[in-house]
């Protein structure tokens, strides 16, 4: 049965410190370390086929914190878009077959926030008022002072899933993806077929994985949040 598994990255270091991320390519807090262990923990004995992520630094080690605790994956490689077909010229011998491939796409990467980025959230609110920052925030086409809506992020996020994604889909696999809070939202969107009224308020939190099962047809049978449990 083909699965899609989302996770979010674990809270970032700007996230911590209230700030407008985007495409800077920050580290994750420690805490934001301990969510995506968590995560793995909560994907011990799942069996990945195949691997997807930012070219963000976030969401790339949210994936090998999720690896580290994983059964099944021993050895991977990584496969950048644009060294893509270099690395495929060969024919995979019966070693490469047991690596998990992780590919790595900016078409992945969180919204673009153009010039809020590298911003304290509470300043830019004191700057332009409450109204016209939730605009930018949470709109569906209303970008931000040269950056990207939603609408926009979803324009370079799914022609990369239905070219690479579905595919692997269509064939049986669990596919991981890891990458960020618009990005995953764009997907969220398509796979659940939502309204831009219901994606903008629909909160993805770090560090939890959403599954996504399909028929073998590729239309959605069950969704499920997998949450730790409480202490």
Same mark, same amino acid.
């Given at each position: 049965?083909?699965?899609l598994?989302?996770?979010? $990255? #674990?809270?970032? !270091?700007?996230? +911590?410190?209230?700030?407008?991320?985007? =495409?800077?390519?920050?580290?994750?807090?420690?805490?934001?370390?301990?969510?995506?262990?968590?995560?793995?923990? @909560?994907l011990? $004995?799942?069996?990945?086929?195949?691997?997807?992520?930012?070219?963000?630094?976030?969401?790339?080690?949210? %994936?090998?914190?999720?690896l /580290?605790?994983?059964?099944?994956? $021993?050895?991977?490689?990584?496969?950048?878009?644009?060294?893509?077909? =270099?690395?495929?010229?060969?024919?995979?011998?019966?070693?490469?077959?047991?690596? *998990?491939?992780?590919?790595i796409?900016? /078409?992945?990467?969180?919204?673009?926030?153009?010039?809020?980025?590298?911003?304290?959230?509470?300043?830019v609110?004191?700057?332009?008022?409450?109204?016209?920052?939730?605009? =930018?925030?949470?709109?569906?086409s209303i970008?931000?002072?040269?950056?990207?809506? +939603?609408?926009m992020?979803?324009?370079?996020?799914?022609?990369?899933?239905?070219? $690479?994604?579905?595919?692997?889909?269509?064939? #049986?696999?669990?596919?991981?993806?890891?990458a960020?809070?618009?990005?995953?939202?764009? %997907?969220?969107?398509?796979?659940?077929? *939502?309204?831009?009224?219901? &994606?903008?308020? /629909?909160?993805?939190?770090?560090?939890?994985? @959403? &599954?996504?099962?399909?028929?073998?047809?590729?239309?959605?049978?069950?969704?499920?949040? !997998?949450?730790?449990?409480?202490?």
């Amino acid at each position: 049965m083909p699965r899609l598994i989302l996770v979010r $990255h #674990g809270q970032s !270091i700007w996230n +911590l410190q209230n700030r407008f991320t985007g =495409w800077v390519d920050v580290s994750l807090s420690r805490q934001g370390i301990t969510e995506a262990e968590q995560a793995g923990e @909560l994907l011990t $004995h799942e069996h990945f086929d195949v691997a997807f992520t930012s070219a963000l630094q976030r969401a790339q080690d949210t %994936l090998y914190e999720i690896l /580290k605790k994983n059964s099944n994956c $021993h050895q991977y490689v990584r496969v950048h878009e644009q060294s893509q077909k =270099w690395y495929e010229h060969f024919a995979a011998t019966e070693g490469d077959l047991s690596e *998990l491939k992780i590919f790595i796409s900016e /078409k992945l990467n969180e919204r673009y926030y153009g010039d809020l980025q590298g911003l304290n959230k509470d300043s830019v609110i004191q700057k332009y008022g409450l109204e016209q920052v939730l605009q =930018w925030r949470r709109s569906y086409s209303i970008p931000p002072p040269n950056g990207e809506s +939603l609408e926009m992020t979803a324009k370079r996020v799914l022609p990369y899933y239905r070219q $690479h994604i579905i595919p692997r889909l269509g064939a #049986g696999a669990t596919v991981l993806v890891t990458a960020h809070g618009n990005s995953l939202r764009a %997907l969220v969107m398509y796979i659940e077929s *939502l309204s831009a009224e219901a &994606i903008v308020q /629909k909160e993805i939190p770090t560090g939890i994985p @959403l &599954i996504y099962k399909f028929t073998n047809e590729l239309q959605l049978q069950e969704y499920s949040m !997998i949450k730790p449990e409480a202490p």
